[in-house]
């Protein structure tokens, strides 16, 4: 059954780096926009990033602006998140999810079973 999957989280120390990877498994990617959300416990869903299906247009939502990078690569069928200068507030399941309009509309139509991020000393 086709469905997404998230890699690449763990625990990092605040200022740290980490690099999230989303794959399709039994389906293509590129035919998609893609959008990382995020959601903390207790929390609401928090958008976090969106590339287009080409790559060519990104957004970033504001607190994650000047450190996180979204990129894609169809050829391999995945779409990374790079996130650097991480701070305790990042600590989040994070999701990649597929987005109903080519460009983004920030809303999703499906998305994977999350992995964790924790940003803590």
């Known amino acids: 059954q086709a469905h997404l999957v998230e890699s690449g989280g763990g625990l990092v120390q605040p200022g740290g780096s980490l690099r999230l990877s989303c794959t399709g498994s039994?389906?293509?990617?590129?035919?998609?926009?893609m959008n990382w959300f995020r959601q903390a416990p207790g929390k609401e869903r928090e958008g976090v990033s969106c590339i287009s299906s080409s790559g060519d247009f990104t957004y970033y939502f504001d607190s994650v602006k000047g450190r996180f990078t979204i990129s894609r690569d169809n050829a391999k069928n995945m779409v990374y998140l790079q996130m650097n200068n991480l701070k305790p507030e990042d600590t989040a399941l994070y999701y990649c999810?597929?987005?109903?309009?080519?460009?983004?509309?920030?809303?999703?139509?499906?998305w994977g079973q999350g992995i964790q991020v924790t940003v803590s000393s």
């Open positions: 039994g389906f293509r990617l590129d035919r998609y926009a």
């Open positions: 999810a597929t987005d109903p309009d080519p460009i983004c509309s920030y809303t999703y139509d499906s």
